[in-house]
């Protein structure tokens, strides 16, 4: 579904690419920290430390990159299609290998890797039947994809992803509503099956990181499904 049936705010809106491009300096020192830790750490299903070749989907900065390796996850690749954010991620030192790509169609090879993330980009996907079967495609026989995403309830109430420029405008980046059963039907299309979904609610130990969110105390914030590569 488009946002901008839901939009309430009106910000001048700019593609991921553009956005992140220029957002990517400030990104670590805005995004919420418990949009994505706190569910990783909550996953039961995947098997962190028994993974040995990792790709990380819409990489960004490497917060993703740098949680799986504190993790022992040993070699991991990062793709993302802005190359302002790889850059970032690069100085992390986690990453095997880098490359600007769509996270639909990259140029890896198949089969190669025992772990798959995506970790806050699915909002920025027109659809999603391509990313799950990319994934499908780069997953080892019983690999994992771990997708953490921005939860859907968030949009649907008017809030998109944004960031602010220097001179305070507030600019938002193109965002699309995928409902869990679009997630659903294309996880089971691209021959994934459905290990475990958990969801985020803003909660007082949530708002330590982000205090200026109160107002949406009790909203369900964002969502983590794992799937197997059959």
């Not at 028994?50 to 504190?70: E, I, P, S």
């Not at 993302?80 to 790889?86: A, I, K, Q």
């Amino acid at each position: 579904m488009d946002f901008a049936d839901f939009d309430k705010r009106g910000y001048p809106t700019v593609a991921a690419r553009t956005g992140y491009a220029e957002g990517a300096a400030d990104y670590e020192a805005t995004v919420a920290a418990g949009l994505d830790q706190p569910l990783l750490e909550r996953l039961t299903s995947p098997a962190w430390i028994k993974f040995t070749t990792a790709v990380d989907l819409a990489c960004g900065t490497g917060r993703t990159g740098v949680w799986l390796a504190q993790r022992g996850v040993r070699h991991i690749d990062g793709v993302d299609v802005t190359s302002e954010m790889l850059e970032i991620a690069r100085t992390k030192n986690v990453y095997r290998d880098l490359q600007v790509a769509d996270v639909a169609a990259t140029a890896l090879r198949s089969s190669k890797y025992d772990l798959c993330t995506m970790v806050l980009a699915d909002e920025h996907l027109v659809g999603l039947k391509r990313v799950y079967r990319e994934a499908a495609r780069l997953l080892s026989h019983q690999g994992n994809f771990v997708l953490v995403g921005y939860h859907p309830f968030f949009l649907m109430n008017g809030v998109p992803t944004h960031f602010h420029r220097p001179n305070g405008v507030a600019v938002a980046i193109e965002s699309h509503i995928h409902l869990f059963s679009e997630h659903f039907q294309a996880g089971a299309d691209a021959g994934l099956m459905l290990m475990e979904f958990r969801e985020c609610i803003i909660d007082e130990q949530w708002l330590l990181t982000k205090p200026k969110w109160r107002k949406y105390l009790n909203w369900p914030v964002s969502f983590a499904l794992v799937w197997k590569c059959s």
